[in-house]
Each structure stands twice: as C-alpha cells, then as structure tokens.
C-alpha cells in the first residue's frame, strides 16, 4: 500500500477513534525519540573532525583500518557461533521443559533464570580458573590424567562456550513460552496418523515456534555482537579484539569519541540484516497456536528419554549457573579470595555494605531498582502498543518502525552513552547527572528486548478473538485491555522480566552516564574490582543476582502463576 | 612578541601561588568544598584526606577513586557534557596529563620546586608533577617458582624456560604497562619485540588482572605491575614475591594537578599545595604503599628498600608517551593481536 492511499484511511480511522489515533502516535514518537535521537547525534559525530569540521575520515577509517576490520570480523565470527551454540543448548532444555515429563522442571527453570541474570563476565572469570591453560583445575586434571591439557579459554572457542552460556536462557524463555502455548490437537492429529509421539512433538512444534526460535537467534547474535564484559576478559589474553574492545579502547588514551561513533555505527547494519533474516525465514507463513479455542497442556511421553533430556540438563545448569555461582559466593565468603576456603577465612564482613551507608552500595541499590523497574515498565508499555501498531495495522512504514524498535539492541552501550550524554546536557534537557537520563537511556537500550517478546507473542494469537470482541461493540482500546492484554500476560511477563534482568546489570552505558550519587549496583561493583577488592564485588553480585531471582519469584506470585516457565 | 605572551599567560596562574597559605585558606574556606578524583587508593587516601579538613576546618574534600582508564572516561564524559566536577585530579597515564596540558584542561601552579623531585616525575611547566610513585615490580607465584628458579634479570624472561609463564596487562593499553615495556626493551634491546613471539605472553586488560593470573599461577611471573598492588597483593598472603630487575625497574607516576575551570579554585590550590607537602607525603607512603616524588623523603612502603638502593628506570611523561606507545606498538604487532 503506497503511502498516498494511506492517507484517506488514516484520516478515516483517527475520525472514528481517536484516542486510538493519539495513543499510537504518542507511542511512535517518544520510541522515535528515545532512540532516533542520541543514534543522530553519533551519526553526526562521526561526521566530524576533532575540530568540529565535516568530514567522512572516520567512517573511511572505520572500513581500511586493519585492526577495526580485523575486530569486526572476529565479532561475526564469536556471534554466529554463539547464536549456535545457544540453539544447541536451549532447544532440547526447551522442548524437554515444555513438552515431556522430564523430571526437575522447575529446578530447571530456576537455573536457566539465573544463568540469564548472571553477567557474563562473571562466567568468563569461573572459566577462567575452570579452564585456564596452566592453572584451570579441569587443565590440571586432564594433565595429571594423560598429560595432556582439554581446552584453552582463551581463544575464540572459549569466548563462544561463556557467551553461549550466558545467553542461551534468550533462546530458551522464547522457545519455551511458544512450545506451551501450542495446542495438542496437533502433535494428536500426527499421532493419529501414525508417528511415534516424540517424532510428532518435535515435527510438529518445532516447526510451529520457528518464530519464537528465529527472533530468539537474532536477538543472541545481536547481545553477542553487543556483548563486552566477556570479551574484555577472555579476548585479550588470547591475542584478539572484539568491535566492543576495541571501541572501548576509544574511549582512553587519548579518547577519540569521534572515531568511536563512526566505529559503532555501522553495527546498524547487523540489526537490519538480522531483521531481514527474520523476513527470510518466517515468509509469510502464519504461525497463530491461540484461537478461540483453549489449548490443553499435554506432555509427550518420551519413556527413558526423559532422563537423557534430565542429564543434559544437568550438565548445562552446572556450567552456566552452579560454577559461575560457586566462584562468586566462595569469594564473597572469604577475607581474601585467594585463600583456602577454611573456618578461619570465612567471613561476612562484604555483605555488611550492604547497610554501610557510608558507602556508595545502598544507594546503588536503590537506583538500580528504580531505574530496572521504571525501564521495564516503560518498555513493556510503549512495546505493546508499538507491537500493536506493527502486527495490527497496515500502517505504513511499519517496516520501518520495526527497524526503529530493534536497532539499539547490539548497539555498543558505551558508544550509545555518549549520544546520551551530548544529547542531554543542553539547557533545554539538563538530564545528564540524574537518575532520569539513566531511566531514558536504559529504556532506549533494553526497549528491542520488551519489542521482539511481545512482537512473538503477539504472533502467536490469533486475530479472530479481536475481530469477535470488535463486532460485539467493544472499543479498539476495551478489546486491547479485555481480550488480548489477558492473551498476552504470558509474553508481556517475559518482556518484563527480560528487561528488568538485563537493564539491572547494565554496566557499558551506566560507566559513563553516572556521578556521584547516581552510581548503580553494577557501578559499584566495578569500583570494586577496579579498587582491586574481588570479594566485596562478589558479595555484591550475589545480591545482584539475587535480586533479579526474588523478583522474577515476586512477579510470578503476583501474577498467579505457579511455574518459572517464561 | 605572540611566545612571550603566551609565556607570561602560563605563569600568570603560577604567580598565583605567591598568596601565602593563610591568604590561599581564607580564600578556599569562602568556597567550601574541594572534589579530588584520583587513581590513588580509596581508603587510605581518605583517611589522610581527612588531615586536611582537620587542618583546614571549612573545607570538605570529596574524593572520587577510579583507576586511570575509567577515570578519564569519566572526565570526558563531563567535557561532553559541557561541565567539570573536579577540582584536582590525579591519574597514572603520563600521556593524558599531557594532553590535558595541551589542551588547557589543567592549570600551573607551584605546589614545590621541581628541583625538589626526582627526575622524571613532573612537568617543567609546572603543570602537573607526581603526588606518588610506584614502581612496575616484577612478581613471581612462590608456589610454583623455586627460590632458586626465580627469574632476577629481564633478558632471563627472554628464555625457553619461561616460555608460557609470562602475563602481563597489555603494554599498549597504558602509560605504565608501556613503561614497564620501556625497560624490558632497554634490556633486551631491538629484539624485544620480535622475540616475544615466541614466549607465549598471557596479556591482561589492565595490572589487576595480570596480578590474578600470576597468583592463581595460570602464569607464574609477570615482568611489570603496578608495585602498590603488588605490595597490597602480597600483604593479603598471596603467595607472591617481589623482584627487583637487575636492568633496572620503571617506575610508575600518580600525575597531580589542578583542573583550569575548577569549581573552587583556591580550594584545589591549596590542597595541590597540601598534597606536596613533606607531612602530606611522609603520610601517603605509609599508608597507599607508594614512594614519594620529593627527594627529602626517605620513608618507604613498609618493609621495602628505599629508591636509592634500587636500579630503576625514571622515564619522562613525554618519553612515556611518544617511545612508550610506538614500541607498545610493536609489541603488538610482532605478537600478530589481531
């Protein structure tokens, strides 16, 4: 439809309603705004010299500059094998979880919960010492057994297994939300016809969450393109750079902000790649598993293969969560962590910053909650209505508000700061020092994740329940509230749960958004390892870790649901 | 006619300095406050920071502690911002205070006679000099080293029995990591780069980190970290020892100096002043386990040699700066970090 024929109808459909008319509008603007803004003002930047002349120097550096074209290449690389070996990992825990009776489901889901909130640069540290090729313990052990050493976590495999870790909970939520929402009557009809049941299962579901499976992916591609924390650790001591590490280079010794815009921008062309791989792979097939009529939950049964799904799930929870958890609180326990875990050593003195309010962490704290909690819920709010727009009109350029709506998601946050940071501290929005640049910043960076959950969701219902609830007289926003927000609780818990748990670690914006009585949680404990004191930073990523958990635990209480499934 | 201008309008500030203390607090107290961001440990700075309030009663002094590199992001992020919270600063990377000095961000004053410091250790226009020093120790894990194993000389580093043994931060990440680089090529000399390849370096983001891996022995020897870490890493009971180089050991500057558009100017002049003083300093090294830059000084981190019985290396911010990173370069190269 050309733009010219969208105009009679928009004017149509804003004369009969409105309020509809406005709230989507509003919706568009301040997403437009959150993230169009401080993306012009990097592209601007990059357009300049040091001396504020124009000039294409840095985007020209950008592309011959062997070490930056060497780092963008390695950056594809780490994603795409992450993004596997996420698939790898999540869709069988997934599909175990959602469609079997596979034994300690909701163990699983705990850890898969925690895996997901734990940074991952504190994974990278466990490998570390797991997997370091001198002193890695699995090293010393495989040298004493056959002389010989398994893995070096230094190198570009080792930075894949942290990543993968870290991120498959992303494939895993969206899988599973989408494997519980089919209905049986599918996996029956091909059991009818024959096929053994989990033949069924997974030739007829898998198929069916192909949505949910390829937005997950992309989203793992883009948070690994994104990823710095990991890298930072893992990347240099195997002789290699990331885009992210070397953009943070940019930003010290001598800083060359000018450059780093230039550098982050074409990251762009990632977000649209992956949206147009979205494209590519659904066509325009339909993939609607709620209608009118109510799905019943049915598990395949699978027999003994249901503990062969339990021990893999064994194995995952132990790398991604119980190391990772097992380095932080043996640390966080400890006078010094380099010390034997023994009576004498033992010591709770780095939970006591916790009430010190002398120190930054109380406040920290605070301003964590605030701005985890206040991004999520804005993000969440402005993503259904945005998600409406997109999946259920025909406005046009919707296209282009999708692009709109994801293209900060593997934008390097620190390079994102910085257009925060120019854009906010003009007379007219005095933002930057306060807590609400950091509300607005985090919602611009975190908003793809509340979009591409509640985009799948949304997916996933059918129209015929809207269509029903609109011929019975009731008003677009009544049908919204009364018919498909109910539908949508499900996705819109992920979405919520998804940001709050990224945006309440959230490090590479906040490092250059903050001053003194801004700082958040996860500013504190990069003082602290930046103070050389590991075991305070432990003490408090365990409180970070597990704040997210109690609030994932609060929202599923309040919201009545008794399972952790996503 | 344009230099001697420019001459007289860089020491226009410094003439500032002839105000006599009494003058200088009578000015500062009507300002209040004093906001100090360094590299330059947290806690035991405070704590002798809290010497000059008692000293300066009116007078409250923030101090704000980030290493370096994160500390002059959080600077730039402020001139981004159009504003300026510090008053004094203090950081580790030669290159960006001479930087800052460039580009007018610092102002001179004349807290001591350069004269009265080591060399190496300031600005001969007085724009900034050296609140503390730390040299780029070599350390070694005791546990996995033998006494009589252990490394003394950097050409030894250079051997097929430390292959593989080596972490170090990144030389080409900072002015110190440069630094320590500095000495291992005038040890080694033109081949230090080349003939690293072959010695499988473990490199590190930052001391810290190169401090962990030779404590948890993933590389037993490192041949240059920041020496008050060090010393603070080996008080905790890491099982780490200190080396001395028989070459010579670089060493280290906290760069000091007062910012031009300091929110309170003779509050940050008068606590630049402090800083220097030989109380000020004697306290410092007893309690950050640095060396001072003033040559009266003979009070050293506890139990270690004073620097007059050390070999050490003194290398000029701009030395550090300009040689520093071009060799940092060819490290990089010749190690293929791609």
Redesign the interface.
């Known amino acids: 439809m050309s733009f010219v024929h969208a105009i009679p109808r928009l004017i149509d459909s804003t004369r009969r309603d409105p309020a509809r008319t406005l709230l989507m509008a509003a919706a568009l603007l301040v997403v437009g705004w959150l993230v169009l803004y401080p993306l012009a003002i990097l592209l601007l930047l990059g357009l300049h010299d040091k001396a504020g002349q124009w000039t294409l120097d840095n985007y020209a550096t950008v592309f011959t500059e062997p070490?930056l074209v060497?780092a963008l290449t390695?950056s594809v690389i780490v994603s795409v094998a992450t993004m596997f070996a996420s698939l790898v990992i999540a869709l069988p825990l997934a599909w175990g979880v959602a469609r079997t009776r596979m034994p300690g489901k909701a163990v699983v889901n705990i850890a898969v919960t925690i895996a997901f909130v734990i940074p991952n640069f504190i994974g990278a540290i466990a490998w570390?010492?797991l997997l370091?090729?001198?002193?890695?313990l699995l090293n010393v052990l495989a040298r004493q057994l056959f002389d010989g050493f398994l893995f070096d976590i230094?190198s570009i495999p080792g930075l894949v297994l942290v990543l993968a870790l870290s991120f498959f909970p992303i494939i895993f939520f969206s899988a599973q939300a989408a494997l519980e929402n089919i209905d049986p009557m599918y996996e029956e009809a091909a059991q009818m016809s024959g096929a053994p049941a989990w033949r069924a299962s997974l030739g007829i579901s898998l198929p069916l969450v192909l949505p949910a499976i390829v937005s997950s992916s992309v989203l793992v591609f883009l948070e690994a393109m994104a990823a710095f924390g990991a890298p930072?650790?893992i990347a240099?001591?195997g002789?290699?750079?990331l885009l992210t590490?070397e953009l943070y280079?940019m930003?010290?010794?001598?800083?060359r902000?000018e450059l780093a815009a230039a550098a982050a921008t074409p990251i762009i062309l990632f977000t649209l790649l992956g949206l147009w791989l979205q494209r590519v792979a659904l066509g325009r097939r339909r993939y609607t598993v709620i209608a009118g009529k109510a799905a019943r939950g049915k598990f395949v049964d699978i027999g003994w293969g249901r503990w062969v799904i339990f021990g893999y799930a064994m194995v995952v929870i132990t790398a991604a969560v119980a190391l990772p958890s097992f380095v932080l609180v043996r640390a966080s326990l400890l006078t010094?962590w380099?010390?034997p875990f023994i009576s004498r050593n033992i010591t709770l003195d780095h939970y006591e910053l916790l009430f010190n309010t002398g120190s930054i962490v109380p406040t920290s704290i605070v301003n964590s909650l605030i701005t985890a909690v206040g991004a999520a819920t804005l993000a969440c709010v402005l993503g259904v209505v945005v998600v409406w727009i997109v999946e259920r009109t025909t406005l046009p350029g919707r296209g282009v508000i999708a692009f709109v709506s994801t293209v900060t998601f593997a934008f390097p946050g620190i390079a994102l700061?910085?257009g925060f940071?120019?854009g906010y501290?003009n007379r007219y929005m005095p933002l930057?020092?306060t807590l609400w640049l950091f509300l607005i910043a985090f919602t611009a960076q975190r908003f793809p994740f509340a979009f591409m959950v509640l985009r799948n969701a949304l997916k996933q219902i059918d129209t015929e329940l809207e269509d029903a609830g609109r011929m019975s007289g009731a008003s677009w926003g009544r049908t919204i509230l009364d018919i498909s927000m109910p539908l949508l609780r499900s996705g819109l818990i992920a979405a919520w749960i998804m940001v709050f748990a990224v945006t309440i670690r959230e490090l590479s914006m906040a490092?250059?958004?903050y001053?003194?009585g801004t700082e958040t949680l996860p500013v504190a404990i990069?003082?602290f390892?930046?103070?050389?004191t590991f075991e305070p930073a432990a003490s408090l990523s365990v409180v970070l870790v597990l704040i997210s958990i109690f609030s994932v635990l609060l929202l599923r209480r309040v919201t009545g649901r008794s399972g952790m499934s996503l | 006619m344009k230099r001697i201008l420019a001459a007289l309008l860089l020491m226009a500030p410094v003439a500032a300095r002839a105000q006599t203390d009494a003058e200088l607090y009578t000015a500062a107290k009507a300002e209040g406050a004093v906001n100090f961001a360094g590299a330059l440990k947290q806690k035991e700075t405070e704590t002798v920071l809290r010497g000059f309030e008692k000293q300066y009663p009116g007078i409250k002094v923030s101090y704000t502690r980030r290493s370096t590199e994160p500390m002059v992001q959080l600077i730039e992020a402020g001139r981004l911002a159009g504003r300026n919270d510090f008053d004094v600063i203090n950081l580790t990377e030669p290159g960006e205070m001479v930087r800052y000095k460039r580009e007018g961000l610092l102002t001179a004053t004349k807290p001591v006679a350069n004269e009265e410091l080591l060399p190496g250790t300031f600005d001969p226009d007085y724009t900034f000099r050296s609140y503390a020093l730390t040299p780029m120790y070599g350390i070694v894990n005791t546990d996995k080293v033998k006494p009589a194993d252990r490394p003394k000389a950097l050409v030894e580093l250079y051997t097929a029995t430390w292959k593989g043994r080596v972490a170090i931060s990144q030389p080409s990440r900072g002015g110190t990591d440069s630094a320590a680089l500095m000495a291992v090529a005038d040890a080694m000399g033109a081949e230090f780069a080349t003939r690293a390849r072959d010695l499988d370096i473990l490199l590190t983001r930052g001391n810290e980190a190169a401090i962990s891996a030779v404590i948890s022995g993933e590389r037993p020897v490192s041949w240059g970290v920041s020496g008050y870490r060090a010393l603070d890493a080996k008080a905790d009971g890491s099982p780490i020892e200190i080396i001395f180089w028989k070459e010579g050991t670089a060493i280290s500057s906290f760069y000091g100096g007062v910012m031009a558009k300091a929110p309170h100017p003779n509050a940050a002049r008068l606590l630049d002043r402090w800083m220097m003083t030989k109380a000020t300093q004697e306290k410092l090294v007893e309690a950050d386990s640095i060396y001072s830059s003033r040559k009266d000084i003979i009070a050293t981190p506890a139990g270690e040699p004073p620097l007059s019985k050390l070999p050490l290396r003194f290398y000029t911010a701009e030395e550090v700066t300009q040689r520093g990173q071009a060799l940092a370069k060819q490290f990089d190269t010749a190690l293929g970090v791609k």
């Open positions: 070490r060497g390695n570390m010492l370091g090729k001198n002193a890695g230094y930072a650790a240099t001591g002789n290699f750079h590490t280079d930003f010290s010794y001598p800083p902000f010094k380099v010390r700061a910085v940071v120019i501290s930057y020092g490092i250059l958004l001053v003194r990069f003082s390892v930046d103070n050389g």
